[in-house]
């Protein structure tokens, strides 16, 4: 991430690596203001067996273009809603609207955690185990439901709301 | 893609696809005209043998979307700028607002040759050779530029204009 | 609606339903999470002799959309301003911008209130009964108003901003 | 509709409705040029045995909110893509965000077809026949998609896009 | 105003009134709650003896519209930020993008006090003495700022700021 | 207004009042451009006899404004949409966001037509003539469209489309 | 800055020109309320020995344009988020979008701390000392991420976090 | 600039920069396809004698943002509307929106001959000759308006608006 500043919205993504046993690294890139070090990791991260990169930052946020631009791995960008932010949607434009050649898989305002998923998604694409895993992991979301829905037919939305 | 009329876009990553020596099946999925249609595509997708899917569409853009909840294989979403749609802004904001849960990898509004180079880059991360190809694709992007700007400063911007 | 955490917003539709003795269920069925419920509850809703469908959710918002395109019945949308929104727009734009031959009538942000009321006025069509109601309803906006106004041009506007 | 110049947009509801064999009125009827023709026209709606109003306007459109709080009858609502609009950004605003008490059906921007469509929907919650006629037209989007994609699979991409 | 809830905005706009000694009434009028009451008002106004009308209103805000196309005064808008409104814009646009032959002298963003201040000036085309009182205003302003400038150079910006 | 490539909008504010017989001045006074014009313009204006000014101008558009700050007089500005402007957005509210204590009469992008209605307005407050012709404009707007739905309703839409 | 509730804001450029040991003059100046006072500090800016200025404002900020208009020298211009303002939008277009011939070089939203390192790095472009002094200050922005990440590194993020 | 493509633009800035006899260099650097040129050219720029960098570039464009974090060099950022480009909104914001520490002086959409301009009042705050010849082109934009003012005045509007 570009910023310690976006830890409290970036773990969401280590807490789904670690849930389906993925194995990572987190730490701190800037590319503004550390320039040279973004350079070296990106360059460098294939051949240190990293798989696939995920990339958080807030404003003009060019952390996940940058990197998608020095490697050849696949980049996770996940546009962060900074203080100073124009409602999200500097962060957003400047990770999604990269040029012909050069894409980052673009997930929601703040979706950290849609990062994590969708990274655990690249590696079932050749690991039929994690590949289950998620399958389970799309089960239990829809279970979650049922039981709110079960619990709010029975209750009734009035006492459901109250809670 | 979610109608015939997104081809001119959508054929992009068919060419990169193509390009790369990647087997790809191209159809008409419509989420909300054909959504049994959507839904068995869908379901069976990963047990054909599917790795990656592409989704493009326009305006309220569900099929990326919809696909991804049904499917634990990666989607990468293209925003289509259709003729009515609001500049654009439908489109990009159906596809990559999801909810948490539910990734789909988005890219730029109209970037369909990027969807198919982060598919070959999803691909890459568990085949060598594939990676490899990628590697030399990032390497003929900056030598198109260099014969670029050879050519501007060889024959100075007021000539190069012309052209 | 998609999520409980809709619920604060959408109980506003069942309340004028009640208002206006309207039997209805009231449940959570999620596009992304439980693609089949919604499914199920789309293609079964007219034969069950459900009349009109009224769904709410927010960011990408594909529950009215999907619901629409599953059954003939009139689907009434509501967007709602959920937390990681970017000001909302997504889910507007994800529920308006419908393609044509399957639309969704879509009210402002949050506004289950105008949901329930438009419900109500779609069953007016064919009850004369309940198209009473409604013009004792808007009779009863403008006692409203009046109460108001009344009360404003006696005390002044300084007291009555105090209040 | 609120101006002549809506009516290359607004024939597509008329169309729709002769598809269905609904009987309909189509006429020019302005909030802001005509005030007391539109408060006629909405204060008699109803009594003379009209059930459904769709009115489309560009701009700073009032005529669907200002009918809607004159009549107890459903109101679609249009946005129109005028001229000097700003993207249509103000039409659908002006349509859309209704305050509580007096709801406007809003269809996507131009989408005077699916406001047809939606009428119909309304008026099939008390005909069994134009409920039955809504499923066959579902039923043929479906097909046409399906004509769509065979012909794809069959000539391929390349042939397609030429066409 | 359309809504009681505007007056805390709104009384900005009778405050400068007073302290030009403008005569003017204050109330509340609903375009969608209160139709006949608006159009009765609008109609009557100039007849009165009303010279100028000041409308503010939120979400898809009709009454300056409404008004202005009632009656040969001009009309001044008040775009009010009202609740559920879309960040303003709703508002914004619903009074400033008036079509042509109906205009309202939309103000900014909850800026009742300059819808006061225009009507002062609008009255002062024609009244020597509002002219002068117009002028003294203005010079008021620029005595307000130098006071605050010779403050912040004599006390410097650290001091200045924990005021 | 601020520049000439803003003459074919600013035009029809000229053939308004030349339709309502007000005498007026037209030429060009750019804020950027003849900084020192504009204020010898704005402050001696009232002093010349002047009673309304309108200003046009697009991007950053700091005319309108910059004139309300040096003269007493109703400053009516006029949103243009030039050539390098974001979609209008600039002008629109680089014009009509004000800060308190100097209004400007905003019309709607491009509206330079209701930019001389408005004044027509404002010099009706003092003129019963001007204002009995503000009456019968309005009158024949009315039976612009009472033209158009006759012929409407006698030919039918398709024909009707066709011209 | 044009009112001294920008000072917040402001305040930041200060800051930075005085650990860069820049002499700076710090006042406030309106546009709107205080025009003949913008003129002549612009206008007499360069003759002083000023070399560089920066000027924030919010909502229809037409100070930055209007110095840039007046003076010769650089100006840098700050949008300042006020109350009123539509999420920032109006101040960063009005001071962003200048028409050709009159440039303001703008920061982000609130970024006056930018402006003035701006401000510095132009005095740079002619003063080695400033220049070293820049690349230090540089440096030290990559050195703080530095100690981030490797605090981060130590203690894991779940630690990290909770500070 | 980031690619041949914005060279029609980006010509602008080389022209002023001719007519000012500024001596320039001009080429295409890439952020995303050639990072390593673009990583060189700006660690390098102040070394090789270079005072002040122009970078233009369109849709997610980081070139700016990226070469100021790399060198203490001022640095001009121009927004280019690129074909995909979101109405231009991705480009000002990724260029715009740079975070505390290193800023970029972002001019209007398309606006390369203000970029030109601004270079030169840059390089004018220690070289009196080139704060003379800015002086003598703000004169002679008021000399263009005052040509064009003229003209107008005396030829009337209606001739005016013919040529």
Known sequence: MGSDSDLPVMKSAAEILE???IPFELTVVSAHRTPERMFNFAKQADGRGIRVIIAGAGGAAHLP?????LSPLPVIGVPVKSSNS???WDSVLSI???PNGVPVATVALNAAKNAGLLA???LGTSDKNTLEK???YKLSLSEGVRF???KLE??????????
Chains 1, 2, 3, 4, 5, 6, 7, 8 share one sequence.
């Open 86 to 88: 124009i409602d999200g």
């Open 19 to 21: 849930h389906f046993e």
């Open 148 to 150: 709110k829905y079960e």
């Open 65 to 69: 273009g940058m990197v998608a631009s």
């Open 120 to 122: 655990v998604q690249i």
């Open 154 to 163: 029975k209750t009734g939305y009035k006492e459901y709301v109250k809670d």
């Open 134 to 136: 998620m399958k389970a």
């Open 96 to 98: 999604l609207q990269m």
